[in-house]
């Protein structure tokens, strides 16, 4: 196991009605921050500014999914136009990554694209609230936020402690209104981020490997639940739960690998804006045959330990039959996508500049430059 | 899945050498609370102090297996004659729960023993540290200390956030000196707080429960090659992550039961003075076998997910060969006593007044007078 430390100052209220620890929130200016109009239409916005009377709301709206530079911009100029104490985000990955990057951002002096070029420039930032809408990137509870350029064609991870949110409402009622093709995209999305801390090179990391495979479990059973029974609150709230736990550090810590499938989706959604859950669910078992050969062990544990197969076959067998299972799951059982055709990709013209920005070493198996390319032609 | 607060704002530093940590306390009067004087034979006490040069250190060492109030009184009356500013723990659990209390009675206008009955008297505490010696209690990471007043013949448990530590060493190296008896008597408490959360009557806590066989797996994995290999770094690393994951919320919240065999343990180091951990590992199995017959799928479930007994099987069969699979690891392979006689109990004269502190309701199986005194008898 490696070395690690492990700090996750943020305080999650679960459950239905934990919206009303909102009225904790003691700063009196607040910039809201969403994407779309879903959060006006099922009442999540009237509930918040409820529990916010007293308190003066700023509001930005219109966070695009993969959020881009220029709203960070915007909501950093609403901050320093109006003396905004706290950013308070109400929906997925989206618009809390483009609050924690505007409330650090606001506090400091030069441009919101330097911090996110040059994380150690992140000093300081504004107290982040969250309203969590959709379980699926797990930033609720950690340090990370994900912004896009999309004239430069760049998609980075923004990592700063100060950027932890301070208090996170996670309502699994709130998830009941989603639209099955989001249902499904965020759970391939969580699911990948398992697979992307379960597959380490990293020996003796035990406790976090039978944590990531009862994570896989989870999802595995309440999944398709979620997407045949939206408002079944028990599929709901250990999808949410798993949302949060699969990126919070405790699959990771001490089991640290570079994760090369989000690097080669990264530049999917960068290029061609894909959504990020789908894009997942299409490059992850494509990079799992990719690398089968070289890691036979490793997927006839997650196999046996995951997906029951009985330990007695082969062990090639068991890790096909596993990558299989991993196929119906995402495909059949939760619909998304098979191919990047099916998001719009027909063809090659840009494979090679993606992957040379996504080459990923120190990882389980290190990618060059041409595995990846072929990995993109796979999956076409 | 029941709502939950998860809120854990203790920094944890784990591994190897990560007690360099220590000379980030910016604190300069610190209160060093320990036991015995094994830390200052293996090494351990000096490292801290190398580490603390330039603040200003009081000690007091002694700290019982089961700390006493009067130990924290002692340690209460060093912090208001010596303005510390905060309190170091080095030791397990019971150095850690007695600097715990000490740390909020320092700064308490009246009797360390009055926070103890009443919790909420707590209202803020001196920051807590701690480099942690045994993989036992979780108190490294958690926000509850468990002090005795031994004429009262009372263990009670202190529950507040203002008792988190603020920053905890976690070297699983430091517990390659353990005799060991005592780790097989930590990885049996960890084991038992596993349980406490892992059997509940809580519906759709279903994540929890995974997370709570992979911690299962892993005591089972590695507590007996502790026991033989007692510096193989993997075995200590994971038993020592394993003991702050079975407390700190990770299994319970969400599935929150009364634990009844801690009750019931408690009055056995109350009265007896029992080492916690053998005390756990005595009740354990006789309390499994108690009320079997009222909870059969959750043994089988056990069976099946955590010892891999083959799922064809009746249900009944696995449930017992479950518990027999969990006695032999206890006793057979880590060495823990089987009997209260082992450990100086040899008659059943306090049994009924231990067994009315221990009644136990809102737990998994509720337990009465009579239910705990024939549990006790069956112990004997």
Redesign the interface.
């Known amino acids: ?18 919206i009303s620890h909102l009225s904790e929130i003691t700063q009196k200016n607040i910039l809201l921050v969403y994407g779309g109009g879903s959060i006006k239409r099922n009442g999540i916005y009237d509930a918040a500014l409820k529990e916010l009377s007293g308190h003066e709301i700023f509001e930005l709206p219109g966070v695009e999914p993969n959020p881009r530079i220029e709203t960070v911009r915007k909501g950093v100029q609403i901050c320093q136009d109006n003396q905004i104490e706290a950013v308070l985000a109400i929906g997925g990955g989206s618009s809390i990554d483009c609050a924690k990057v505007i409330a650090a951002a606001a506090v400091y002096e030069g441009d919101a694209w330097d911090l996110v070029m040059d994380n150690d420039k992140i000093q300081s930032a504004l107290p982040i609230y969250v309203v969590l809408t959709m379980a699926a990137t797990g930033s609720e509870m950690d340090n990370v936020g994900v912004i896009s350029d999309m004239d430069l064609q760049i998609k980075k991870g923004v990592h700063s402690d100060h950027i932890f949110p301070t208090m996170s409402i996670l309502d ?1 009622t709130y998830t009941y209104t989603l639209p099955k093709r989001q249902t499904a995209a965020g759970t391939a999305d969580i699911m990948s981020h398992t697979f992307e801390n379960y597959f380490t090179n990293v ?2 990391a ?2 976090q490997a ?2 990531a ?3 896989l ?2 999802l595995i ?2 999944g398709p639940i979620a997407i045949k029974d939206p408002t079944n ?2 599929a709901r ?2 999808l949410m ?2 949302s949060s ?1 699969a990126i919070n550090g ?1 699959l990771k ?2 089991a640290e690998v570079k994760w090369c499938v989000h690097g080669m989706e990264h530049q999917l959604s960068a290029v061609y804006d894909v959504t990020h859950g789908e894009g997942l669910a299409i490059l992850t078992p494509v990079w799992m045959e990719y690398i089968l050969d070289q890691k036979v062990d490793a997927f006839a544990t997650y196999g046996i330990n995951v997906w029951n197969i009985d330990a007695k076959k082969d062990k090639r067998t068991i890790a096909k039959e596993a990558i299989e299972k991993t196929k119906h799951f995402l495909f059949n059982e939760l619909g998304c996508p098979r191919t990047l055709r099916e998001v719009g990709i027909t063809d090659e013209k840009n494979f090679k500049a993606m992957a040379e920005k996504a080459v990923c070493k120190g990882s389980f198996v290190d990618l060059s430059v041409e595995d990846i390319i072929e990995i993109y032609r796979r999956a076409l």
């Open positions: 196991m490696n070395n690690f430390t492990y700090y996750i100052p943020t305080r999650i209220h679960f459950g239905k009605g934990m699994p020996e003796g035990y406790l039978r944590f495979e009862g994570l479990k989870t059973h309440y609150y028990d709230a250990n739960w798993c736990n405790l810590k001490g």
